[in-house]
């Protein structure tokens, strides 16, 4: 296994600013406090992906912090446009990918999708509004994660709410729960006592999915049982984006409160999402790692926010 389920790069490298325009600053809510401290990053594990980076295992160390239970959600962004008019990067490229079972049926035949993953269609029109693109809407969706949102979408809400993104460090840090190396929020085993855990693919990926977990798509951010530090959807459900520029090359920096290269051409996604199968992509694991331009969006990336204590 060395392949990924996620949709290529818009092809743009770096990183351009985008102004945020402030009108109030909102207060954060549905934060969880975490205490912080020393912890066993990454993984070495025979089914990790090499050029991905989990490994080496290191011990890392990260401050006190706060971190949002669940992803964001459409009724959040919504009141963050509301309060801004901000457009999202979906909508200034005026396309997004879409997985294919999910699009349209007239689109499926229509739409480009790349050569390596052509299970991605790049749908004119879909937006966080509207994810299927053209006609498809959030109604009945408030409470389900945000997605075709870019890195520069979640900056611009993060400053826009008073908080930030989680570096990478403290991203895994709560995503495991308080347990030491265990290859999910919850232990070890995927589906314990025969329960679903978390939203990811069933079946034969990309063409048939059982969805004996539930969803075929993104779930409420509060699907499934909380983990250890009462986080929600830490793996699973849609791929969440970090601050960090991406490398694998982490020995070269602090192992205290690390904050990854100054510089870079791609951004930090974790977690997987409802794409991860585990003869694909088995990316929906504590320490599993991918990245993608700050300026990409897909129905499968979302983020959560963090804040400084």
Same mark, same amino acid.
């Given at each position: 296994?060395?392949?990924?389920?996620?949709?290529?790069?818009?092809?743009?490298?770096?990183?351009?600013?985008?102004?945020?325009?402030?009108?109030?600053?909102?207060?954060?809510?549905?934060?969880?406090?975490?205490?912080?401290?020393?912890?066993?990053?990454?993984?070495?594990? $025979?089914?990790?992906?090499?050029?991905?980076? /989990? =490994? *080496?295992?290191? %011990?890392?160390?990260? +401050?006190?912090?706060?971190?949002?239970?669940?992803?964001?959600?459409?009724?959040?962004?919504?009141?963050?446009?509301?309060?801004?008019?901000?457009?999202?990067?979906?909508?200034?490229?005026?396309?997004?990918?879409?997985?294919?079972?999910?699009?349209?049926?007239?689109?499926?035949?229509?739409?480009?999708?790349?050569?390596?993953?052509?299970?991605?269609?790049?749908? $004119?029109?879909?937006?966080?509004?509207?994810? /299927? =693109? *053209?006609?498809? %809407?959030?109604?009945? +969706?408030?409470?389900?994660?945000?997605?075709?949102?870019?890195?520069?979408?979640?900056?611009?809400?993060?400053?826009?709410?008073?908080?930030?993104?989680?570096?990478?460090?403290?991203?895994?840090?709560?995503?495991?729960?308080?347990?030491?190396?265990?290859?999910?929020?919850?232990?070890?085993?995927?589906?314990?006592?025969?329960?679903?855990?978390?939203?990811?693919?069933?079946?034969?990926?990309?063409?048939?999915?059982?969805?004996?977990?539930?969803?075929?798509?993104?779930?409420?951010?509060?699907?499934?049982?909380?983990?250890?530090?009462?986080?929600?959807?830490?793996?699973?459900?849609?791929?969440?984006?970090?601050?960090?520029?991406?490398?694998?090359?982490?020995?070269?920096?602090?192992?205290?409160?690390?904050?990854?290269?100054?510089?870079?051409?791609?951004?930090?996604?974790?977690?997987?999402?409802?794409?991860?199968?585990?003869?694909?992509?088995?990316?929906?694991?504590?320490?599993?790692?991918?990245?993608?331009?700050?300026?990409?969006?897909?129905?499968?990336?979302?983020?959560?926010?963090?804040?400084?204590?």
């Amino acid at each position: 296994m060395s392949e990924s389920c996620c949709a290529p790069g818009r092809g743009e490298s770096g990183h351009r600013e985008r102004v945020v325009p402030r009108r109030q600053r909102r207060r954060l809510s549905g934060m969880v406090t975490l205490e912080g401290g020393a912890f066993r990053m990454g993984s070495d594990d $025979e089914d990790t992906f090499e050029a991905d980076g /989990e =490994g *080496p295992v290191r %011990t890392v160390t990260v +401050r006190p912090f706060r971190i949002s239970a669940t992803a964001v959600t459409n009724a959040q962004f919504a009141a963050f446009v509301k309060d801004t008019g901000y457009k999202t990067d979906a909508e200034r490229f005026g396309w997004s990918y879409v997985f294919h079972l999910l699009a349209p049926p007239g689109a499926r035949r229509s739409a480009p999708s790349p050569a390596e993953t052509p299970w991605w269609l790049g749908i $004119e029109g879909a937006t966080w509004y509207a994810p /299927e =693109g *053209p006609g498809s %809407t959030i109604e009945g +969706r408030q409470n389900h994660p945000v997605v075709h949102v870019s890195w520069n979408d979640a900056q611009a809400y993060c400053a826009w709410a008073g908080g930030r993104l989680p570096t990478e460090a403290e991203w895994e840090y709560a995503a495991r729960g308080g347990l030491d190396q265990a290859r999910y929020p919850w232990g070890n085993e995927l589906t314990p006592r025969g329960q679903h855990r978390c939203n990811i693919w069933q079946g034969r990926f990309p063409v048939y999915n059982t969805e004996e977990d539930g969803y075929l798509g993104p779930a409420p951010v509060k699907s499934y049982r909380p983990n250890g530090f009462g986080l929600y959807n830490m793996v699973g459900n849609v791929w969440e984006w970090c601050a960090d520029w991406f490398s694998t090359d982490h020995l070269s920096r602090p192992l205290e409160d690390p904050r990854g290269p100054e510089t870079g051409e791609t951004k930090v996604m974790r977690g997987g999402s409802y794409l991860c199968h585990a003869s694909y992509c088995n990316r929906y694991r504590c320490s599993a790692r991918t990245s993608n331009t700050p300026d990409s969006s897909t129905g499968n990336i979302g983020f959560r926010i963090a804040a400084d204590l």
